[in-house]
């Protein structure tokens, strides 16, 4: 009762696609719009830059976007300064894989559940595909995004709690809940792939019960390789365009390849049989092939380059910053102009 209660409907998510997406080619359509998405919101706010000189905004309450008046005012008068460099689409794809590596880490320094995490990260994404970074600040989108999921999946942790744990304020986690909330339509129910391996997992133990102790541990030691693949999946497009059962088996898959714990074609076959789904065990594979390649693709956070897009994003959301960065370049190109006192010693070329 247990298995069929639980287990197999889990099993079968593994095979079914989304409602809309019957086959590989409705999940690669979805790739596609996605990716139109973002250029559609990089490309409003570059206008917005253009226009007002800088790029924050606040939603009204009848959907309507508000820009800082002060910059609208100065904008009609011709009174605004040069208009500040804005981000390109792989500058919003590096800032948003970097704040989605750092949901990772605040749910583990906070010892979340993983599934705490892994809704985050998707209202994190799903926010995104409807806003530019440059539009909304991602430091605080991600921490609103941590706060609803732990209050969707029933962990509760205060605002003043989360902000005092990150040393953040906490009116910036509450700030923006409701734009958030009112971007993802208010559907917050996400389904994990960590909950579908655990239904994998659970049947492939009862599995291979009778071949001993060291095939079961074989099994738990495949779940934690494939937790870890799950996480490099979470920051990447998959999540968006796969049921979390495609996930969590090519997360299997993956932890397989190099260390092959069980015989894992075998039992996917095994899966199809059962099920008796119209969905063929070559259509699985193409899904997992097709995982394996947004996971393959997935860009790199380099430290540096991040460092720089976040500067121009602080200049794109206040202009003001821009003057302030070049008073300081002037400060210092005049410190080093600057001659010796008479009698003072010279500087050490190499200081300790």
């Given at each position: ?25 409705a999940?690669?359509a979805n ?28 939603v009204?309450?009848d959907g ?33 894989k970097f704040?989605?590596?750092?949901i ?15 809704t985050a ?14 539009e ?14 732990c209050?969707?999946e ?13 040393q ?15 971007c993802?339509?208010?559907?917050l ?14 049947d ?13 541990k ?5 779940r ?11 920051l990447?497009?998959?999540?968006l ?14 932890a ?14 095994g ?32 430290e ?5 897009i ?12 821009q ?29 300790m």
């Amino acid at each position: 009762m247990f298995l069929r209660k639980y287990i197999v409907p889990l099993l079968g998510q593994a095979i079914d696609m989304y409602k809309e997406d019957k086959d590989i080619s409705a999940s690669v359509a979805n790739a596609q719009r996605n990716v139109d998405k973002l250029f559609t919101t990089n490309q409003r706010a570059q206008e917005a830059l253009i226009k007002y000189g800088a790029t924050r905004v606040d939603v009204q309450p009848d959907g309507s976007l508000a820009y800082p008046e002060n910059l609208e005012v100065e904008a009609a008068n011709g009174k605004r300064g040069p208009t500040p460099e804005h981000l390109t689409v792989e500058d919003e794809l590096m800032i948003r894989k970097f704040y989605e590596q750092k949901i990772q880490q605040v749910c583990q320094a906070f010892s979340f559940p993983n599934k705490i995490q892994a809704t985050a990260i998707l209202y994190f994404k799903r926010f995104y595909l409807n806003w530019s970074v440059m539009e909304h600040d991602p430091k605080h989108i991600m921490l609103t995004c941590i706060y609803l999921s732990c209050k969707v999946e029933e962990f509760h942790v205060s605002a003043e709690e989360l902000g005092k744990g990150i040393q953040q304020d906490p009116q910036v986690v509450l700030k923006n809940e409701m734009t958030v909330l009112q971007c993802l339509n208010f559907e917050l129910i996400v389904y994990a792939p960590y909950r579908s391996l655990d239904g994998y997992i659970f049947d492939l133990e009862n599995s291979v019960q009778m071949m001993g102790a060291v095939a079961v541990k074989n099994v738990q030691e495949l779940r934690e390789s494939a937790i870890f693949e799950i996480d490099a999946m979470m920051l990447t497009d998959a999540p968006l365009l796969f049921p979390p059962g495609q996930l969590a088996m090519a997360a299997l898959r993956r932890a397989n390849r190099d260390d092959k714990k069980v015989d894992l074609e075998r039992y996917m076959k095994g899966i199809v049989d059962r099920l008796a789904t119209k969905h063929t065990l070559s259509e699985l594979d193409t899904a997992m092939d097709a995982i394996d390649v947004a996971v393959g693709e997935s860009i790199h956070v380099v430290e540096a380059d991040v460092r720089r897009i976040d500067r121009k994003l602080k200049i794109c959301r206040n202009p003001g910053l821009q003057d302030e960065t070049k008073k300081r370049e002037r400060k210092g190109k005049q410190k080093q102009k600057r001659p010796l006192q008479e009698g003072a010693p010279p500087m050490d070329p190499n200081p300790m």
